[in-house]
């Protein structure tokens, strides 16, 4: 799917390059081969694929060609119960931003309707010039989509740390309701996926983190001549901010940062701290973590102690009967019992007179009754 988003209209589906005319973000979601050779020659530069965007090593993730800025990362969804990244790749020129991801994302969804309500006038139309303060760059969207992210992934987050809280309940005061266990194994066994899922999750989220991390670093520290500076324009933002932009001065001109305005790195280093707590918040989640294991197996460990001195007990008492009975069997001649009226009962007396008493002795030190 190749979608053009157009300030203060709906969003269009692109089939012919006069579809994407006055559009200042293209966004392809899960293209096909025709829809991505469309946007290349919108672009003027190949577009990454889907291979290039899982490389993981820095220089592929972020690059500059020919000015134009490639810069990718994974990105984590919550899906139900579960948690799926794929990698999202923004592709930013001058006068447009062209986005490509395999999976909807609802911060897509926000900022693309911020758009569509927008009445700023795209950067492409001749009427920018000579209304330059409500012009939309391609920068501000991109600004935009970075802070919808992160405030997405702190949702994520939040919703991550009760399910922890919850996982922490189950381990440390399991339900007394129902039948006295679906069996200990299985509850063990269900405690342990849901603390690796939980680890998983912070994996993921740590990875696009880290990725998010190293593009806000590049927007907010690289730098290009005063002639490539953009004009500031409308703010274009889900989050509470102030609409009101200065102008751009001719030391911001000298030093902006990737064609953004001052304005725009003042809420690109926001987006920044926030990714620093939030990466402080998952690395508390991984001890939490960690934390979980080593109790989730600490119990399994005690389980299984009270499960060997169960065993220990039954194989102790049995030990002195078979004794008895071994003894009694062999049919010696001269035992004197074999010619006992009473020698019968007093071997079965005395067999289980060496059940009872250590099970009696076991009871009491709580091998059976529980473990004390």
């Known amino acids: 799917m190749f979608l053009a988003h157009r300030p203060g209209t709906a969003t269009k589906a692109i089939e012919t390059p006069e ?18 050779e469309l946007a290349e020659n919108l672009c003027g530069q190949k577009l990454p694929t889907l291979d290039d965007l899982n490389a993981i090593e820095s ?19 919550r899906n139900g119960t579960e948690f799926l990244s794929t990698p999202v790749g923004f592709v930013l020129t001058d006068e447009r931003l062209f986005t490509i991801r395999f ?14 309500d927008h009445t700023a006038i795209p950067a492409t139309t001749p009427d920018a010039a000579t209304t330059p303060h409500a012009v939309l760059h391609a920068g501000e969207i991109l600004v935009a989509l970075i802070e919808t992210i992160v405030d997405r992934l702190a949702d994520v987050l939040e919703a991550m740390g009760n399910l922890l809280d ?10 007394q309701q129902g039948p006295q266990i679906r069996t200990m194994a299985s509850r063990q066994r269900d405690l342990l ?11 993921r989220m740590r990875d696009t983190l880290l990725g998010m991390e190293r593009i806000t670093l590049f927007l907010s520290e ?20 102030s609409a009101t932009q200065q102008p751009l001065t001719e030391a911001d001109a000298r030093a902006a940062a990737y064609t953004l305005s001052g304005a725009q790195r003042t809420r690109i280093t926001t987006v920044s701290r926030d990714l620093s707590s939030l990466d402080a918040y998952v690395s508390q989640a991984q001890d939490k ?10 119990f399994i460990n005690i389980d299984q102690n009270g499960v060997m001195k169960v065993l220990t007990v039954v194989s102790f008492i049995g030990v002195a009967p078979t004794l008895i009975a071994g003894i009694y069997g062999m049919n010696f001649k001269d035992m004197p019992e074999l010619n006992w009226s009473f020698g019968y009962w007093y071997a079965l007396s005395l067999m289980a007179a060496t059940i009872v008493l250590p099970l009696m002795w076991f009871w009491r030190k709580g091998w059976l009754g529980g473990i004390k």
């Open 193 to 203: 996926q849901r603390v690796g899922s939980a680890g998983s999750f912070c994996s």
């Open 222 to 241: 690289s730098r290009k001549t005063a002639s490539a500076a953009p004009a500031p324009g409308f703010s274009l933002s889900s989050r509470q901010i």
């Open 19 to 36: 579809d994407a005319a006055g559009s200042v973000w293209l966004d392809l979601l899960d293209p096909t081969e025709q829809e991505l």
């Open 166 to 175: 919850t996982l922490s309940h189950d381990i440390f005061r399991p339900s």
């Open 103 to 116: 999976q909807p994302y609802q911060a897509f969804e926000t900022v693309a309707q911020l758009v569509s």
């Open 59 to 77: 220089s592929s993730r972020i690059s500059v060609r020919k000015g134009v800025a490639f810069l990718s990362s994974p990105l984590l969804k």
């Open 289 to 298: 973590v960690e934390f979980l294991l080593d109790a989730t197996l600490g």
